[in-house]
């Protein structure tokens, strides 16, 4: 158990809904980055946030966004949802700012696009 | 482009031989280099990470090589052992330009009996 929660665990939506999925860190850990996995992809960077603020972008869709809350909670959020969006989202934690702290990653919410 | 990649998706070895995973990138510019190791239905875990500076680094049974003129970086498993069998990701970054980790496509490894 890393200590990092996601949900949740499942999610089957139709085309064009919106989704939120939830990430919280491990306890002291200030950053959390959001990850895309597609099948047979590797982890795709989405986005990195530190103590509540936007640190780094990778290559999230417009259609996606994410924040980070005063409990350091983060949700991301996926609108006008396409086929093309089922993946495993991940989420990790670590505790400093940049990569050469260790990310601790939860175990992923399954996305389902129908 | 796929700036990291890990042609071999997956890969056989007995119990008590040596692994080796390949990875291969194409941004000279990464100067730190990480692997994680994921079961099904878990999240990655972190495995061991090098530095550009260095050409292997060993903790335990694992042992990650780097060669920059090639662009290239392996990890061996040595023993390996049947709890060694999940899928491996090399990882690769610019420190000085950004906080964002590129991953590879995965490995698959066995350990067969």
């Known amino acids: 158990d890393s200590g990092v929660t996601q949900t949740p665990k499942h999610l089957i939506t139709a085309t064009g809904q919106r989704v939120t999925l939830r990430c919280s860190p491990r306890s002291g850990d200030l950053s959390v980055y959001w990850y895309q996995q597609s099948l047979d992809q590797g982890l795709q960077f989405l986005i990195q946030y530190y103590n509540g603020e936007e640190r780094a972008k990778g290559n999230i869709l417009e259609r996606f966004s994410a924040q980070q809350f005063p409990d350091l909670h983060s949700e991301l959020n996926l609108s006008s949802l396409e086929l093309g969006d089922s993946a495993l989202y991940f989420c990790?934690?670590?505790?400093?700012?940049?990569?050469?702290?260790?990310?601790?990653f939860g175990p992923g919410t399954r996305l389902t696009v129908t | 482009d796929q700036q990291v990649k890990q042609n071999s998706p997956s890969l056989s070895v007995q119990e008590g031989r040596i692994s080796i995973l390949n990875c291969d990138y194409t941004n000279s510019m990464f100067d730190y280099f990480l692997w994680y190791k994921k079961y099904p239905a878990e999240g990655p875990t972190f495995l061991i990470s090098i530095s550009s500076i260095k050409d292997k680094n060993e903790d335990g049974r694992f042992t990650v090589f780097l060669n920059k003129s090639a662009k290239h970086l392996s990890l061996h498993i040595v023993p390996s052992q049947p709890g060694d069998s999940a899928v491996y990701f090399c990882a690769a970054s610019d420190l000085d330009r950004d906080d964002k980790i590129i991953f590879g496509k995965g490995t698959r490894l066995h350990i067969l009996p």
């Open positions: 990790a934690s670590s505790v400093g700012a940049d990569i050469s702290y260790e990310q601790y």
